[in-house]
Protein backbone atom coordinates (compact mmCIF):
# COMPACT_ATOMS: atom_id res chain seq x y z
CA UNK A 1 0.00 0.00 0.00
CA UNK A 2 2.48 2.15 0.99
CA UNK A 3 4.88 1.66 -2.25
CA UNK A 4 3.85 4.74 -4.19
CA UNK A 5 4.66 6.93 -1.50
CA UNK A 6 7.75 9.43 -2.57
CA UNK A 7 10.29 11.06 -0.51
CA UNK A 8 9.66 14.11 0.71
CA UNK A 9 12.25 16.93 0.28
CA UNK A 10 14.18 17.32 3.35
CA UNK A 11 13.19 20.38 5.69
CA UNK A 12 16.28 22.82 5.38
CA UNK A 13 15.77 24.14 9.13
CA UNK A 14 15.28 20.69 10.32
CA UNK A 15 18.62 19.43 8.27
CA UNK A 16 20.81 22.00 9.50
CA UNK A 17 19.30 21.61 13.08
CA UNK A 18 20.55 17.55 12.92
CA UNK A 19 24.25 18.54 11.37
CA UNK A 20 25.00 21.41 13.60
CA UNK A 21 24.08 18.61 16.87
CA UNK A 22 26.72 16.19 15.20
CA UNK A 23 28.94 18.54 15.13
CA UNK A 24 31.11 18.40 18.27
CA UNK A 25 34.28 21.07 17.09
CA UNK A 26 34.25 23.30 19.81
CA UNK A 27 33.80 26.53 18.17
CA UNK A 28 31.19 25.25 16.60
CA UNK A 29 28.66 28.73 16.14
CA UNK A 30 24.63 27.34 15.39
CA UNK A 31 22.87 30.58 13.77
CA UNK A 32 20.24 28.45 12.45
CA UNK A 33 17.84 28.02 15.32
CA UNK A 34 14.95 30.21 15.62
CA UNK A 35 14.95 30.52 19.52
CA UNK A 36 16.03 33.12 21.99
CA UNK A 37 19.44 32.53 23.90
CA UNK A 38 21.19 34.35 26.83
CA UNK A 39 24.86 36.13 26.25
CA UNK A 40 26.10 32.56 27.62
CA UNK A 41 23.89 30.64 24.66
CA UNK A 42 21.43 28.62 27.00
CA UNK A 43 18.11 28.68 26.56
CA UNK A 44 16.00 31.28 28.94
CA UNK A 45 13.00 30.54 30.69
CA UNK A 46 11.08 34.02 31.30
CA UNK A 47 11.20 35.29 34.61
CA UNK A 48 7.60 36.23 34.62
CA UNK A 49 6.65 32.48 33.08
CA UNK A 50 8.56 30.92 36.10
CA UNK A 51 6.14 33.02 38.28
CA UNK A 52 3.07 32.05 36.08
CA UNK A 53 3.62 28.48 36.19
CA UNK A 54 4.69 28.85 40.28
CA UNK A 55 1.08 30.17 40.89
CA UNK A 56 -0.61 27.74 38.50
CA UNK A 57 0.79 24.74 40.75
CA UNK A 58 0.16 26.31 43.89
CA UNK A 59 -3.77 26.71 42.69
CA UNK A 60 -5.38 24.03 44.67
CA UNK A 61 -8.37 24.12 41.69
CA UNK A 62 -5.43 23.21 39.00
CA UNK A 63 -6.85 20.54 36.70
CA UNK A 64 -5.51 18.78 33.05
CA UNK A 65 -9.34 18.46 31.58
CA UNK A 66 -10.01 19.41 28.34
CA UNK A 67 -10.47 23.02 27.32
CA UNK A 68 -13.70 23.96 25.39
CA UNK A 69 -13.26 23.56 21.39
CA UNK A 70 -12.53 27.80 21.23
CA UNK A 71 -9.70 27.68 23.55
CA UNK A 72 -9.08 29.03 26.98
CA UNK A 73 -10.96 32.56 27.30
CA UNK A 74 -7.83 34.02 29.39
CA UNK A 75 -5.56 33.46 26.30
CA UNK A 76 -7.62 34.63 23.57
CA UNK A 77 -9.70 37.80 25.05
CA UNK A 78 -6.17 38.56 26.32
CA UNK A 79 -4.45 38.00 22.98
CA UNK A 80 -7.15 39.69 21.21
CA UNK A 81 -6.10 43.12 23.30
CA UNK A 82 -3.07 42.36 22.89
CA UNK A 83 -2.99 42.24 19.05
CA UNK A 84 -5.70 44.51 18.06
CA UNK A 85 -5.64 47.26 21.51
CA UNK A 86 -7.74 47.50 24.44
CA UNK A 87 -9.49 51.00 22.25
CA UNK A 88 -10.19 48.51 19.06
CA UNK A 89 -13.12 49.59 17.41
CA UNK A 90 -13.70 46.28 16.18
CA UNK A 91 -13.30 44.51 19.42
CA UNK A 92 -15.76 46.96 21.07
CA UNK A 93 -17.93 46.15 17.72
CA UNK A 94 -17.44 42.57 18.78
CA UNK A 95 -16.23 41.41 15.06
CA UNK A 96 -13.59 39.46 16.09
CA UNK A 97 -13.70 36.15 16.84
CA UNK A 98 -10.98 34.60 18.40
CA UNK A 99 -9.65 30.36 18.37
CA UNK A 100 -6.71 28.49 20.14
CA UNK A 101 -3.78 26.85 17.78
CA UNK A 102 -1.19 24.89 18.13
CA UNK A 103 0.89 28.37 18.10
CA UNK A 104 1.30 30.10 15.14
CA UNK A 105 1.78 27.34 12.44
CA UNK A 106 -1.51 25.44 13.66
CA UNK A 107 -3.15 29.25 13.37
CA UNK A 108 -1.78 29.57 9.75
CA UNK A 109 -3.00 26.00 8.86
CA UNK A 110 -6.29 26.52 10.33
CA UNK A 111 -6.30 29.56 8.18
CA UNK A 112 -5.60 28.16 5.34
CA UNK A 113 -7.93 25.36 5.25
CA UNK A 114 -10.93 27.78 6.34
CA UNK A 115 -10.05 30.01 3.08
CA UNK A 116 -9.84 26.49 0.87
CA UNK A 117 -13.10 26.73 1.45
CA UNK A 118 -14.51 30.04 1.89
CA UNK A 119 -12.72 32.05 -0.21
CA UNK A 120 -13.80 34.39 -2.95
CA UNK A 121 -13.14 33.81 -5.50
CA UNK A 122 -12.80 30.44 -5.29
CA UNK A 123 -9.69 30.41 -7.61
CA UNK A 124 -8.04 33.25 -5.64
CA UNK A 125 -4.22 32.54 -5.15
CA UNK A 126 -2.58 32.79 -1.98
CA UNK A 127 0.67 35.74 -2.24
CA UNK A 128 4.15 35.19 -0.16
CA UNK A 129 6.74 37.34 0.02
CA UNK A 130 9.90 36.45 -1.78
CA UNK A 131 11.53 35.20 0.38
CA UNK A 132 9.44 34.28 3.42
CA UNK A 133 8.74 31.67 6.24
CA UNK A 134 10.23 28.53 4.70
CA UNK A 135 6.59 27.03 5.97
CA UNK A 136 4.29 29.12 4.38
CA UNK A 137 4.29 27.71 1.16
CA UNK A 138 3.77 23.95 2.20
CA UNK A 139 0.64 25.33 4.75
CA UNK A 140 -0.90 26.79 2.05
CA UNK A 141 -0.44 24.16 -0.63
CA UNK A 142 -0.96 21.14 1.55
CA UNK A 143 -4.21 23.18 1.98
CA UNK A 144 -4.50 22.81 -1.69
CA UNK A 145 -3.73 26.66 -2.93
CA UNK A 146 -2.23 28.03 -5.42
CA UNK A 147 0.46 29.90 -4.24
CA UNK A 148 2.46 32.43 -5.94
CA UNK A 149 5.14 35.38 -4.77
CA UNK A 150 5.39 39.11 -4.64
CA UNK A 151 8.51 40.75 -4.59
CA UNK A 152 10.16 41.79 -0.88
CA UNK A 153 13.53 41.39 -0.69
CA UNK A 154 16.04 43.85 -2.50
CA UNK A 155 19.08 41.28 -3.06
CA UNK A 156 21.16 44.38 -3.97
CA UNK A 157 20.52 46.69 -0.81
CA UNK A 158 18.72 43.99 1.39
CA UNK A 159 16.03 46.41 2.25
CA UNK A 160 12.96 46.69 1.14
CA UNK A 161 11.62 46.93 -2.64
CA UNK A 162 8.39 48.67 -1.69
CA UNK A 163 8.22 49.43 -5.74
CA UNK A 164 8.43 45.64 -6.68
CA UNK A 165 6.29 44.93 -4.05
CA UNK A 166 3.14 47.40 -4.95
CA UNK A 167 4.09 46.61 -8.46
CA UNK A 168 3.59 43.31 -7.77
CA UNK A 169 0.19 43.44 -5.72
CA UNK A 170 -1.22 45.90 -8.32
CA UNK A 171 -0.48 43.12 -11.35
CA UNK A 172 -1.93 40.58 -9.14
CA UNK A 173 -5.62 39.45 -9.90
CA UNK A 174 -8.23 40.98 -7.95
CA UNK A 175 -8.99 39.58 -4.54
CA UNK A 176 -6.50 37.67 -4.14
CA UNK A 177 -5.56 36.50 -0.84
CA UNK A 178 -1.65 38.14 0.60
CA UNK A 179 0.49 36.64 3.39
CA UNK A 180 1.92 39.20 5.13
CA UNK A 181 4.40 39.86 8.24
CA UNK A 182 3.06 42.03 11.21
CA UNK A 183 6.73 42.24 12.35
CA UNK A 184 10.05 40.88 12.09
CA UNK A 185 9.93 39.44 9.09
CA UNK A 186 11.26 35.84 8.82
CA UNK A 187 13.68 35.25 6.99
CA UNK A 188 15.04 38.65 6.09
CA UNK A 189 14.66 41.07 9.25
CA UNK A 190 13.08 44.08 6.67
CA UNK A 191 9.87 45.59 7.56
CA UNK A 192 8.16 48.19 6.41
CA UNK A 193 7.72 51.71 7.67
CA UNK A 194 4.79 53.13 8.77
CA UNK A 195 4.34 54.97 5.68
CA UNK A 196 5.35 52.34 3.28
CA UNK A 197 2.37 50.16 5.51
CA UNK A 198 0.04 52.67 3.89
CA UNK A 199 1.44 52.63 1.17
CA UNK A 200 0.52 48.49 0.56
CA UNK A 201 -2.57 49.19 2.42
CA UNK A 202 -3.88 51.76 -0.21
CA UNK A 203 -3.24 48.96 -2.93
CA UNK A 204 -4.53 46.08 -1.32
CA UNK A 205 -7.91 48.40 -0.93
CA UNK A 206 -7.65 49.22 -4.85
CA UNK A 207 -7.31 45.22 -5.66
CA UNK A 208 -9.94 44.04 -3.08
CA UNK A 209 -6.81 41.77 -1.76
CA UNK A 210 -7.40 39.69 1.38
CA UNK A 211 -4.65 40.45 4.12
CA UNK A 212 -3.26 37.66 6.26
CA UNK A 213 -1.01 38.66 8.49
CA UNK A 214 1.46 36.54 10.25
CA UNK A 215 2.54 37.62 13.93
CA UNK A 216 5.51 35.66 15.21
CA UNK A 217 6.98 38.60 16.48
CA UNK A 218 5.01 40.97 18.81
CA UNK A 219 6.62 42.76 21.40
CA UNK A 220 9.92 40.45 20.61
CA UNK A 221 11.08 42.85 17.73
CA UNK A 222 11.00 46.06 19.26
CA UNK A 223 10.48 45.38 22.97
CA UNK A 224 7.15 47.29 22.05
CA UNK A 225 4.31 45.65 21.55
CA UNK A 226 1.72 48.35 20.31
CA UNK A 227 4.66 49.70 17.78
CA UNK A 228 5.11 45.86 16.73
CA UNK A 229 1.06 45.57 16.25
CA UNK A 230 0.97 48.88 13.82
CA UNK A 231 0.49 47.10 10.48
CA UNK A 232 -2.42 45.09 12.12
CA UNK A 233 -4.44 47.69 13.44
CA UNK A 234 -3.84 50.11 10.28
CA UNK A 235 -5.29 47.61 8.58
CA UNK A 236 -8.22 46.85 10.81
CA UNK A 237 -8.65 50.42 11.04
CA UNK A 238 -8.99 50.71 7.49
CA UNK A 239 -11.87 48.37 7.62
CA UNK A 240 -10.22 45.20 6.06
CA UNK A 241 -11.75 41.73 6.98
CA UNK A 242 -8.62 39.67 7.62
CA UNK A 243 -7.32 37.00 9.51
CA UNK A 244 -4.18 37.27 11.96
CA UNK A 245 -1.83 34.55 13.17
CA UNK A 246 -0.26 34.67 16.39
CA UNK A 247 2.17 32.58 17.95
CA UNK A 248 3.28 33.06 21.82
CA UNK A 249 6.42 31.06 21.11
CA UNK A 250 9.14 33.93 20.93
CA UNK A 251 7.64 36.33 22.91
CA UNK A 252 6.58 34.26 26.37
CA UNK A 253 9.83 31.61 25.05
CA UNK A 254 6.82 28.88 24.68
CA UNK A 255 8.10 27.11 22.08
CA UNK A 256 7.64 23.88 22.64
CA UNK A 257 4.36 24.28 24.30
CA UNK A 258 2.81 25.38 21.12
CA UNK A 259 0.61 28.08 22.33
CA UNK A 260 -1.17 30.47 19.76
CA UNK A 261 -4.34 31.82 18.59
CA UNK A 262 -6.35 32.66 14.93
CA UNK A 263 -7.98 36.24 14.89
CA UNK A 264 -10.82 36.66 12.39
CA UNK A 265 -12.52 39.92 11.89
CA UNK A 266 -15.21 41.03 10.01
CA UNK A 267 -17.03 43.69 8.86
CA UNK A 268 -20.40 42.56 9.86
CA UNK A 269 -20.45 41.32 13.65
CA UNK A 270 -23.76 39.63 12.59
CA UNK A 271 -20.98 36.96 10.82
CA UNK A 272 -19.43 35.95 13.92
CA UNK A 273 -21.79 33.29 14.26
CA UNK A 274 -21.18 31.55 10.94
CA UNK A 275 -17.01 32.64 11.06
CA UNK A 276 -16.70 30.82 14.67
CA UNK A 277 -18.68 28.20 14.17
CA UNK A 278 -16.55 26.74 10.68
CA UNK A 279 -13.43 27.56 12.54
CA UNK A 280 -14.30 25.35 15.63
CA UNK A 281 -15.62 22.83 13.10
CA UNK A 282 -12.14 22.57 11.40
CA UNK A 283 -10.13 22.43 14.74
CA UNK A 284 -12.35 20.01 16.08
CA UNK A 285 -11.69 17.82 13.10
CA UNK A 286 -7.85 18.00 13.69
CA UNK A 287 -7.18 18.94 17.07
CA UNK A 288 -10.46 18.46 19.06
CA UNK A 289 -8.91 20.60 21.70
CA UNK A 290 -5.89 23.23 21.73
CA UNK A 291 -2.99 22.69 24.70
CA UNK A 292 -3.95 23.85 27.94
CA UNK A 293 -0.57 24.21 29.67
CA UNK A 294 1.22 26.87 27.52
CA UNK A 295 -2.43 28.59 27.05
CA UNK A 296 -2.62 28.83 31.00
CA UNK A 297 0.89 29.83 31.45
CA UNK A 298 0.39 32.94 28.61
CA UNK A 299 -3.30 33.67 29.97
CA UNK A 300 -1.91 34.36 33.77
CA UNK A 301 0.62 36.94 32.20
CA UNK A 302 -2.00 38.37 29.59
CA UNK A 303 -5.04 38.81 32.53
CA UNK A 304 -2.60 40.07 35.21
CA UNK A 305 -1.31 43.88 35.36
CA UNK A 306 1.87 42.70 37.25
CA UNK A 307 3.10 39.93 35.47
CA UNK A 308 2.08 41.06 32.20
CA UNK A 309 4.10 44.38 32.97
CA UNK A 310 6.70 42.21 34.18
CA UNK A 311 6.18 40.78 30.81
CA UNK A 312 6.92 43.99 28.87
CA UNK A 313 10.41 44.07 30.73
CA UNK A 314 11.59 40.47 29.76
CA UNK A 315 10.38 41.37 26.46
CA UNK A 316 12.59 44.55 26.16
CA UNK A 317 15.37 42.74 27.66
CA UNK A 318 15.20 39.97 24.78
CA UNK A 319 15.17 42.67 22.04
CA UNK A 320 17.45 44.59 23.70
CA UNK A 321 20.04 41.83 23.82
CA UNK A 322 19.23 41.24 19.50
CA UNK A 323 19.80 44.74 19.10
CA UNK A 324 23.22 44.78 20.90
CA UNK A 325 24.01 41.97 19.33
CA UNK A 326 23.34 43.36 15.42
CA UNK A 327 25.51 46.85 16.58
CA UNK A 328 28.22 44.24 17.76
CA UNK A 329 29.05 42.34 14.44
CA UNK A 330 28.54 45.30 12.53
CA UNK A 331 31.00 47.11 14.13
CA UNK A 332 33.36 43.86 13.95
CA UNK A 333 32.55 43.73 10.34
CA UNK A 334 33.32 47.83 9.27
CA UNK A 335 36.84 47.40 11.73
CA UNK A 336 37.22 44.39 10.12
CA UNK A 337 36.83 46.49 6.52
CA UNK A 338 35.13 43.22 5.64
CA UNK A 339 34.40 44.05 1.40
CA UNK A 340 30.55 45.59 1.42
CA UNK A 341 27.89 47.94 2.97
CA UNK A 342 27.09 45.76 6.58
CA UNK A 343 24.74 48.61 7.16
CA UNK A 344 21.73 45.91 7.12
CA UNK A 345 22.97 44.30 9.79
CA UNK A 346 21.52 47.09 11.88
CA UNK A 347 18.70 48.36 10.04
CA UNK A 348 17.01 44.92 9.88
CA UNK A 349 14.90 44.26 12.73
CA UNK A 350 13.60 40.70 14.94
CA UNK A 351 15.48 37.62 15.63
CA UNK A 352 16.84 37.19 12.09
CA UNK A 353 19.23 39.02 9.47
CA UNK A 354 19.44 38.29 6.06
CA UNK A 355 23.31 38.68 5.61
CA UNK A 356 23.64 38.32 1.84
CA UNK A 357 26.03 35.72 2.13
CA UNK A 358 26.03 33.18 -1.27
CA UNK A 359 25.31 29.60 -0.79
CA UNK A 360 28.99 28.78 -1.97
CA UNK A 361 29.82 30.83 1.52
CA UNK A 362 27.16 29.74 3.46
CA UNK A 363 28.79 26.41 2.52
CA UNK A 364 32.35 27.12 3.69
CA UNK A 365 31.42 28.48 7.05
CA UNK A 366 29.82 25.27 7.44
CA UNK A 367 32.64 23.08 6.20
CA UNK A 368 35.99 25.97 7.43
CA UNK A 369 34.52 27.29 10.55
CA UNK A 370 31.89 25.04 11.86
CA UNK A 371 29.34 28.24 11.50
CA UNK A 372 25.67 26.89 10.69
CA UNK A 373 23.23 29.35 8.70
CA UNK A 374 20.38 28.93 6.36
CA UNK A 375 21.32 27.99 2.68
CA UNK A 376 20.09 31.63 1.94
CA UNK A 377 22.41 34.01 4.34
CA UNK A 378 19.83 34.04 6.87
CA UNK A 379 21.33 34.05 10.53
CA UNK A 380 19.72 34.08 14.08
CA UNK A 381 21.17 37.19 15.42
CA UNK A 382 20.07 35.40 18.90
CA UNK A 383 22.53 32.48 18.67
CA UNK A 384 25.03 35.93 18.61
CA UNK A 385 26.62 36.12 22.00
CA UNK A 386 30.03 38.43 23.13
CA UNK A 387 31.82 34.91 23.32
CA UNK A 388 31.38 34.25 19.61
CA UNK A 389 30.54 37.49 17.75
CA UNK A 390 34.41 38.38 17.28
CA UNK A 391 34.73 34.45 15.57
CA UNK A 392 31.44 34.89 13.89
CA UNK A 393 32.89 38.38 12.08
CA UNK A 394 36.30 37.10 11.29
CA UNK A 395 34.82 34.00 9.58
CA UNK A 396 32.61 36.50 7.20
CA UNK A 397 35.46 38.35 6.97
CA UNK A 398 36.84 35.23 5.82
CA UNK A 399 34.45 34.18 3.08
CA UNK A 400 33.58 37.62 1.85
CA UNK A 401 37.30 38.27 0.76
CA UNK A 402 37.46 34.86 -0.59
CA UNK A 403 34.63 35.91 -3.13
Known amino acids: YFDSVPQAPADGILKLSVMSK ?73 RV ?18 LKQFKRPDDAAVYISKPTWGNHRSIFQTAGHEVREYRYCDYQTLGLDIDGMLADLRAAPRAQIVVLHACAHNPTGIDPTPAQWAQIADVMQERGHFPFFDCAYQGFATGDVDRDAFAIRLFVDRGFELLVAESFAKNMGLYGERTGCLHAVVADPARVAAVSSQLNRLSRATISTAAAYGAKVAGTVLQDPELY ?95
Do not use: C
Open 97 to 114: YTIQTISGTGANMVGAVF
Open 309 to 403: GEWQQNMGEMSGRIMEMRRALRQRLEKLQTPGDWSHVTSQIGMFSFTGLSAAQVQRLREEFHMYLTDDGRISVAGLNSGNVDYVAMAIDAVVRAG
Open 22 to 94: ADTNSKKVDLGVGAYRTDEGKPWVLPVVRKAEQRMAQDPAANHEYLTVGGLPALTNGAQTLIFGGDSAALKEK
